[in-house]
Nanobody, 122 residues
Framework: QVQLVESGGGLVQAGGSLRLSCAASGRTFSSYAMGWFRQAPGKERELVAALNWSGRSTYYADSVKGRFTISRDNAKNTVYLQMNSLKPEDTAVYYC???????????????WGQGTQVTVSS
């Protein structure tokens, strides 16, 4: 079983950057598709970026395309979300998640981290 711990959230001004990290434990990490979700107050949780087990295929929500980059280092059991040109509407709790199956399907993710707050001030 894989366990996930996020880090790297914080407060940043609009236009700034943050990099989130998700450290995974468990020998089967490299088998999992990985995703970053976010949930803003009063809104549903949304999948913003995902990549498959090898890292060769990625998915981005339209709202973050061109600004966010997801990557993974299977040797370090870590997945990253580089967030550039941040906007106030990016403010949310960001969750790392893992699952087996099609990376674009939010329903496949069944292992979750505890979340990390990202706040973008205007």
């Amino acid at each position: 079983q894989v366990q996930l711990v996020e880090s790297g959230g914080g407060l940043v001004q609009a236009g700034g950057s943050l990099r989130l990290s998700c450290a995974a434990s468990g020998r089967t990490f490299s088998s999992y598709a990985m995703g970053w979700f976010r949930q803003a107050p009063g809104k549903e949780r949304e999948l913003v970026a995902a990549l498959n087990w090898s890292g060769r295929s990625t998915y981005y929500a339209d709202s973050v395309k061109g600004r966010f980059t997801i990557s993974r280092d299977n040797a370090k059991n870590t997945v990253y979300l580089q967030m550039n040109s941040l906007k106030p509407e990016d403010t949310a709790v960001y969750y790392c998640a893992a699952g087996l199956g099609p990376m674009r399907d939010p329903r496949l993710y069944d292992i979750w981290g505890q979340g990390t707050q990202v706040t973008v001030s205007s």
